[in-house]
């Protein structure tokens, strides 16, 4: 039987997925939040404590601060293994197959 969720007709498989899939969107749509506001706070630490003459510059400080890994790095790693994870959520997708695996095929 195919999902429909206009009328109710989805098994658990496809509810768990939904809901998986939920977690990981508003993941990708908090991290780059806080990942911003961490980012934001080092460099600004950096700054203020930044009381050598003639150290080592705000750049230099901030980069070994984040231990080389800068704002626009993290963002894509980040983002990249978080898009990842939708399509390896079960091994299903929306348009595929939402039948719950452990219900024998129709017809068997």
């Known amino acids: 039987m195919p999902c429909d969720e206009g009328i109710g007709r989805i098994t658990r498989a496809f509810d768990e997925w939904q809901l998986a899939e939920s977690d990981v969107l508003n993941f990708t749509r908090l991290g780059p ?16 404590t930044r009381a ?10 901030f980069h070994d601060a984040v231990e080389d ?8 790693m980040f983002l990249g ?11 299903r997708s929306r348009e595929g ?11 068997s």
Do not use: M, S
Request: proline share 14%; hydrophobic share 30%; aromatic share 10%.
């Open 33 to 48: 939040r806080v990942l911003k506001q961490f980012y934001d706070r080092t460099w600004e630490d950096r700054a203020t």
């Open 52 to 61: 050598i003459p003639n150290g080592p510059g705000l750049p230099d400080l």
């Open 69 to 76: 890994l800068w704002p626009d790095d993290f963002e894509w």
């Open 81 to 91: 293994g978080a898009l990842k994870d939708p399509g390896r959520l079960r091994g």
């Open 97 to 107: 197959d939402c039948r719950d695996p452990e219900l024998p095929e129709p017809g």
